[in-house]
């Protein structure tokens, strides 16, 4: 049997790179990818992406694009499971993609999505997330500690003057196209840096300086790690401290 790579999704809002390609490049390489959203939905990215942002600019590469008009193609992606059917011990390994429009909240917010990714990453198997997709690790809580599953982990980010100049170069034309919520990238970092989220609607993580980060970049604005928490080895992850609100 092939290896099997999860990778959950929105309803609508993802990003196009962060999930045709990487979609790609796996299925390339013989790994059988299998999608999933809330309630089994087929899902639709950002559209923006594909048509460009502004001015047609600012949007997803062509080969991004091209192969995202082969995902939508692809059955697997035509007919995800939802959260709460996925066996999380059937998946070698566990993808959390990214975006930035407003169709990201569901994801963001999804408990069926918490419960799935805080039962995968009790098996100790690789995982990776881009930009948003650290969010849901944050806001995943462990049922041992009550605290984010990447609490004492280090994580890398999209730095938070990229969001800012996404924002600010947009705003008089997309309003606030380029922020998930209305609080502020700050506000978020600072709630990242709480011992949990029991008190907070949108969530709060605890980073720390434990464990070695090495970034791998994809053809995107964001940083990709995977992580393996074998003996002897040190976690990585991928995070946004920023990304958690746009």
């Not at 309630?39 to 942002?53: F, I, K, Q």
């Not at 991004?64 to 082969?70: C, D, I, M, N, S």
């Not at 999505?113 to 805080?118: G, T």
């Amino acid at each position: 049997m092939p290896p099997r790579v999860l990778i959950p999704l929105p309803d609508r809002d993802f990003d196009v790179t962060e999930v045709a390609v990487p979609w790609k490049i796996l299925s390339r390489a013989g790994v059988e990818v299998v999608f999933a959203t809330e309630r089994g939905a087929t899902p639709a990215c950002d559209p923006l992406l594909l048509s460009g942002v502004i001015f047609g600019q600012l949007g997803a590469e062509p080969e991004a694009k091209a192969f995202y008009g082969e995902l939508e193609r692809d059955g697997a992606f035509q007919r995800p499971l939802a959260y709460a059917d996925v066996d999380p011990a059937s998946a070698h390994g566990l993808l959390l993609p990214g975006g930035h429009a407003k169709g990201m909240r569901q994801y963001v917010e999804s408990t069926a999505l918490f419960d799935l990714v805080r039962a995968y990453v009790g098996l100790e198997r690789p995982l990776a997330a881009i930009c948003h997709g650290v969010v849901v690790l944050a806001r995943t809580l462990d049922a041992t500690t009550g605290k984010s599953v990447l609490h004492d982990r280090r994580t890398t980010c999209l730095p938070k003057y990229m969001e800012r100049i996404a924002y600010l170069s947009t705003a008089w034309k997309l309003g606030d196209y380029y922020r998930t919520y209305p609080w502020s990238t700050s506000r978020t970092r600072s709630v990242a840096r709480s011992r949990d989220r029991s008190s907070s609607p949108e969530g709060r993580c605890t980073s720390s300086r434990r464990g070695a980060t090495r970034a791998m970049r994809p053809p995107s604005s964001c940083t990709t790690t995977t992580t393996s928490r074998g003996a002897g080895q040190a976690t990585r992850t991928c995070s946004a401290r920023s990304c958690c609100a746009r």
